[in-house]
């Protein structure tokens, strides 16, 4: 059994670390109306058809207790005469019978409508995270605290369907509250003082606990990602074969037992503390209501209160007593959950730094200069704390991945990308594209700042083919068609001819028709029927992109990384085809590729060390000359 470790720092943590404030607390509650916002936006005709419900029940309960006051009068009256007028009885019954039945139509009913409208506020928020992750940076995704938050606010989706239904719950339960301290109002001042010291010390205890239930979940939010991510490493398609060969299993399943005990302690200590507290809550609560029930006996007892009235008062007290302690138990949840809105606003608050500007420069159609690199330096955020580059970075700072390139790649050139990993060939992709920006200098495009322009239409006029390409679980029109997927959904049932030439044309043609239910096969093995590929089909799959994406800036990172030597040579036969008339930015390791671009440039410690044609690189005798003939003594 391998030794469990923890790899997430096991640090002391202070119980009250992450506690929000009460100043946070009453913050946090202003989530609450734009949260209502959002629902009312979601569907008006629900939100107006549920409050109408909500509304009409709040009166139920005081109306029942009051006809019941009415029947034990009335009852005792008749006793008393020995001349029962039953007609007034059966009419009182007969009316709470209809006020029950129309009261339980109307729960039924709102039940329905809260199901429905809670289901597509889910749906719509869901719609929304999706969307606005989509224009977030890059820089965003590569970082673990937005990982974080990101997890907290993906929780919302579900978790505040619930808070829909209580919400609307705890406003009917406050205007029959209304209604019942009214009416201890109007009997007796001395039962609503004994109700309020009964709820005060429970109130005061769960908002207590339900902040340290908050802190809690927020302090252990990196390690519950841990957590998910052990379970799925640990029974996953794609990792199946390496867990079972080097024997990951009791390593995994330790880690994730050390940290799941770890967590279950944390919560077990909360939850018993909260435990005691509440009982001993409940007692004080339990005192009072007996308090109170004495109080009304003693009246009735001495003749100033009638039987009816006893009913009525005991019944108004204890229906008092139960409702404050459930819209107590409701505000402290609506208290937690208005903290997990603020993840959920905090999110969605959350701006790009790579957008549209307000006055975006036409994107050129077709592009006549090209791209020019004037004297970038770039490191990731978070890496370092200036933001200038000095003139002469230390060689120990390997925080600046690119470190003065300059650069021009000129409208139908094939540039090739050569260095050792780490030398910056991908980063100058990404910075290209524009999903990050220079730290320091500038990139053109046809003579202007590349920030000028609108990204989305970059975006549209680049197709990119990273090696760790995505292998999606959809049919394999789909996978190609990710593309330029909105062709795709223009297209019929019949196999669109657009997606079958983009095949045809990256060789996935062959692996496709031979699949049982050719483009419409799902791929993977996540969803039934799906079929799984090798690592060269999945990659003429991902090539297939790249033809159906027609853009004038092309760039193939290792695009033939997992293809055997025959698939190889048959691709880069129709490289020529692919990248005419078409900037392309090939970065590869193998040279008997590389050699196909017009110009080749070396890179090495993020800088640019040679460039040239493969021929003049050669007889340069430099360093891409020695990688060569390395590779090339490889197949003597």
Known sequence: MAQARSHVGQQRRSPTEGQPTWRQRLRAMRNLPPFMGMVWRTHRGYVLGIAALRLLRAFVPIATLWIGKLIVDEVVAAAGAGTPDWRRISSLVALEFGIVVVGEVAARTGTLLESLLGDLFSNRLSVQLMEHAADLDLQHFEDPVFYDRLERARRQTVGRIALLAQMFGLAQDALTLVTLIGTLLAFSPLLFVLLVLTVLPSFLGETHFAALGYSLLYQW?????????YRMIGASDTTAKEVKLFGLSPFLVAQYRLLSDQFYAANR????????????LTVVSTLGYYAAYGTIVYRTVL???????????AGTFSRSRDLIQRMLLSTTDLYEQALYLDDLFTFLAMQPTIRRPDNARPFPRPIRQGFEFRDVWFRYPGTGDDADAPANPPSDDPSWVLRGISLRIAPGERLALVGENGAGKTTITKLLTRLYEPTRGVLLLDGHPLGEYDPAELYDQAGVIFQDFVRYDMTAEENIAVGRIGELAAGGDDEHPRVVDAARRSLASEVVEALPARYRQMLGRRFEGGVDLSGGQWQKVALGRAYMRDAQLLILDEPTAALDARAEYEVFQRFTELTDEKMAILISHRFSTVRMADRIIVLEHGRVLEEGTHDELLALGGRYAELFNLQAAGYR
């Open 221 to 229: 939010t990196p390690e519950r990602r841990r957590l998910d991510y």
């Open 269 to 280: 200590s909360l939850a018993i503390r909260r435990s005691l507290v509440s009982t001993a």
């Open 303 to 313: 003749g100033r209160l009638t039987l009816g009235s006893l009913t009525l008062l």
